[in-house]
């Protein structure tokens, strides 16, 4: 019958004064690995010995159930923890060197922690401590502009998904550091952190402004950075304000005289026409961005999207229609572009949203891969955020930027200025603004709006 041995019992039999001739060593400092990536954790021990005569166990806290098992010349997988359930290998390239190395694949935050790795021959043995630390690098860090506050504006910058707990700093044009006002750092139910900082930013010329968002120990770290002018302070350039109010006025006064003079019915048409032109005019400057009605073309829509007759609406059934499958048709994403594209202007659109299982919304180049593998980054020519595997996040690259303070809309409204390259999501439902991407040139290249539906998500194009 095989023994079975425990750490305590055989730690009590070399209290008593067996004497062991095994030594196992671990490495002298911590292993440090980025979560999601694969790590091995070192051990050796001493003298050889065939490794079928050899006892390998990986446990944290207790013996069993244990992380890793060798015995017998292969791996033991009974008694393993649930967690590292398929995750777990001894790697067999050392073994006939005195090297028991484990390795775990695809790390998680809960993975964190000391290892002890036993290592038994006969009636001799011994152990080593490694300690596994974790690190995980958060999103890129958003910078929102709030709010006009003690003659400056009020600027935010967040961002989460990181371990151990991160440091916010701002730093100006210069590189050297600046005060916040206000910090708050979160911790979710999976351990990582979330920072947020505020600064109050004064007039003073076209600057730039940082935000770093760093481990403790500046092992990972991001930035993001802004400029900001004059123009954008309340009291930057009073000459402004008062002339809106004077055209808002003007524009007031025009429609009042031409409400009485239809009810006299004596307008003067050529009046009528220089005031609609200017009007129009006026309006071309003072409201620049367009309300576009976006239709969705079908030649487009992957075979299991179902559009509405007017192709304002568009569902996912999974009912694979016999369509053909044409070059312009998106396979096997199931994505759909609108009919009309733009190379110049400001517009804007909304999209309503039911979610069934996640969706993207957002615009594409016209040359975006239809067939084929996809991926929903700027690289590949899109922009979009949306529910995606359960989060509410903004497709950027190469890291997708997590939105965890602002909560799903139902209804999103998309900006895009081709001219300056913007793109710019807002929650209707909330009245405030979601992200904005960095400036990127389309290079003349016709841009669509773009959605992607997971499934049983249905969607509509407003107005």
Request: hydrophobic share 40%; proline share 6%; aromatic share 12%.
């Amino acid at each position: 019958m095989a023994t079975a041995y425990s750490p305590c019992c055989l730690r009590g039999a070399a209290s008593a004064g067996v004497l062991t001739s095994l030594n196992v060593t671990g490495p002298p400092s911590p292993i440090t690995v980025a979560m999601g990536k694969d790590v091995v954790l070192p051990c050796r021990f001493s003298p050889k010995h065939s490794m079928r005569d050899i006892e390998v166990t990986w446990f944290r806290e207790h013996f069993s159930p244990f992380v890793h098992r060798y015995k017998g010349g292969q791996d033991l997988y009974g008694d393993q923890m649930l967690q590292y359930q398929g995750r777990t290998e001894l790697l067999k390239n050392g073994l006939g060197n005195g090297s028991v190395d484990l390795k775990i694949f695809r790390v998680q935050l809960s993975d964190k922690g000391n290892y002890t790795c036993f290592v038994h021959h006969d009636s001799e043995y011994d152990e080593a401590v490694v300690e596994l630390r974790v690190t995980a690098g958060g999103s890129a860090p958003l910078i929102a502009l709030e709010r006009y506050e003690d003659g400056g504006i009020r600027v935010a910058c967040r961002s989460a998904g990181w371990y151990p707990q991160p440091q916010v700093l701002w730093q100006d044009p210069h590189g050297q550091h600046l005060p916040s006002l206000s910090e708050n750092v979160t911790q979710d139910k999976s351990g990582l952190f979330a920072a947020e900082s505020s600064i109050i930013f004064t007039r003073g010329g076209n600057q730039k402004l940082s935000c770093w968002v760093r481990h403790a120990l500046h092992s990972q770290e991001r930035g993001s950075a802004f400029y900001i002018s004059d123009p954008f302070f309340q009291n930057a350039q009073p000459w402004m304000t008062a002339l809106g109010v004077v055209l808002v006025a003007v524009v007031a006064l025009f429609i009042i005289a031409v409400y009485l003079f239809k009810m006299k019915g004596n307008i003067p048409e050529q009046c009528l026409r220089k005031g609609s032109g200017w009007l129009s005019s006026w309006r071309r400057y003072a409201v620049p961005i367009e309300e576009v009605k976006v239709v969705l073309d079908p030649d487009t829509a992957h075979c299991d999207l179902v559009l509405s007759e007017d192709c304002k609406s568009v569902k996912r059934e999974d009912t694979l229609q016999d369509i053909p499958d044409i070059p312009q048709r998106f396979n096997p994403w199931r994505c759909v572009l609108g009919r009309e594209g733009f190379t110049s202007g400001r517009y804007y659109w909304e999209v309503e949203l039911v979610d069934g299982g996640g969706w993207t919304v957002g615009v594409s180049r016209e040359d975006v891969k239809r067939k084929g593998d996809i991926e929903f980054k700027p690289e590949e020519g899109i922009w979009a955020v949306g529910k995606w595997a359960g989060n509410f996040q903004a497709l950027t690259s190469p890291n997708r930027t997590l939105l965890p303070e602002i909560q799903t809309p139902t209804r999103v409204r998309i900006s895009l200025d081709y001219e300056e390259g913007r793109v710019a999501f807002f929650s209707v439902d909330e009245e405030i603004p979601i992200f904005t991407f960095p400036l990127v040139s389309f290079e003349g290249i016709r841009v669509h709006p773009w959605v992607w539906l997971g499934p049983g998500t249905w969607l509509k194009m407003w107005p």
